[in-house]
């Protein structure tokens, strides 16, 4: 079978087309694959998701490519399109313009990369949700700012973007990005003065119809970075949802937005001295506790509202000071269940644990020293499993 003609090179704004159906087969999940003649319809490939759209009025789920024959995955029954069948071709504008928008911006921000820090794209994806480029050195923040205000520098010039083929003999001494050698003709995407690399994909026809380049984040990723980007009408969208929540916040503040921070920074000084005090008394409230069981008591176990684990542990520390039984304190109450740290000096408190365990489901684990966890049960349940009665 022979390839199958690529609309979407020549004319990648075109929304619809005609075409003959060449073979039809149902595949294992009960819908259609379909090849045509020719196709509008972008496969996933180059790192980049397909198109999707709607084919004879069946709905296109995903295009793929294998030797040059492209396959449409189609929402429909074996019997709803035959070989020989003229079908028209309806493709998802906007997702195809978004893709176009992304990956066009990809590039602006990839040629900026080797050209700025001699930094290479080692690996491209476009799928529906996220858009990552990974390079091949390390960026600092001062570069990535750089490179992000460079490259819409490129889009206020509204640049033209050529894609064509080239001919090998045409190739000779004309420098280009690939990430593999190629040596059938090769399809050039040009962006005069900033990026020339081979590309299967569509892209827009000038640089100024991406709108915007944002990038999100930058990890290290395989002694380069992965950045996070989005271009076009995503990164409008992304944009105007950050400023929603900026404004919201705002309004719960009290606060304009160029003083957000500070009030945040505030409000988190203001929670850490809060938590604080809380701990400091919640410990107080605890060494109380202790002090008031009697020291001839064997066992020591004290029932408390939640509290901060070192707390709690504290007090654990300070019981197994002046009692030789099960020291425990059990933090929260009966509804939501207890939080528990405890010890048995001389003894391995993991059989203790395991009683807890065994009689009321409880979770947690150790060491022969100290357990912690937490139990499902009311305060009476476990004193009568643990065999203590308390004054």
């Excluded at 045509?36 to 009025?57: H, K, V, Y």
């Excluded at 994806?125 to 990535?144: A, P, R, W, Y």
């Amino acid at each position: 079978m022979t390839g199958t003609v690529k609309l979407y090179d020549d004319a990648p704004y075109e929304k619809e087309f005609t075409a003959v159906v060449l073979d039809v087969k149902e595949d294992e999940d009960g819908c259609v694959l379909v090849i045509l003649d020719r196709t509008l319809f972008f496969p996933e490939e180059g790192g980049q998701s397909s198109d999707t759209g709607i084919l004879s009025g069946f709905e296109v789920l995903h295009a793929s490519i294998k030797e040059g024959v492209i396959t449409h995955r189609v929402r429909c029954a074996l019997s709803d399109i035959g070989t020989g069948d003229e079908v028209t071709g309806h493709i998802d504008w906007e997702h195809r313009f978004s893709n176009m928008q992304n990956h066009t911006g990809e590039h602006i921000l990839s040629g900026l990369l080797h050209d700025m820090f001699h930094s290479e794209n080692k690996g491209f994806h476009l799928s529906d949700n996220i858009v990552t480029l990974d390079t091949s050195k390390e960026l600092d923040g001062n570069m990535l700012v750089m490179l992000e205000s460079r490259a819409n520098e490129v889009i206020y010039k509204d640049i033209p973007v050529e894609c064509r083929y080239y001919a090998p003999e045409e190739l000779k001494g004309k420098e280009y990005r690939s990430k593999i050698e190629l040596k059938e003709d090769i399809r050039l995407v040009t962006i005069p003065g900033v990026d020339v690399c081979a590309c299967c994909a569509p892209h827009v026809s000038r640089t100024g119809e991406i709108g915007i380049i944002k990038i999100l984040r930058a990890i290290r990723y395989k002694g380069g970075m992965r950045l996070t980007i989005l271009a076009g009408r995503r990164a409008y969208e992304h944009l105007s949802h950050l400023q929603d929540i900026t404004d919201e916040l705002s309004h719960v503040l009290s606060e304009s937005t160029d003083k957000l921070k500070d009030a945040v920074e505030r409000l988190l000084r203001e929670n850490g001295e809060y938590r604080l005090r809380i701990k400091n008394e919640a410990g107080r409230r605890l060494e109380e506790a202790a002090y008031a069981i009697p020291a001839d008591s064997h066992d020591a176990v004290i029932f408390t509202e939640a509290v901060d684990n070192t707390v709690q542990r504290n007090a654990v520390n300070m019981l197994v000071r002046d009692h030789k039984g099960i020291c425990a304190v059990f933090a929260s109450d009966d509804a939501g269940g207890y939080n528990f740290i405890l010890s048995h000096p001389g003894q391995d408190a993991r059989i203790i644990s395991g009683l807890l365990k065994e009689k009321l489901s409880a979770r947690g684990g150790g060491s022969g020293e100290m357990v912690q966890g937490n139990v499902k049960a009311s305060r009476e349940d476990i004193l009568r499993v643990l065999n203590i009665t308390l004054a």
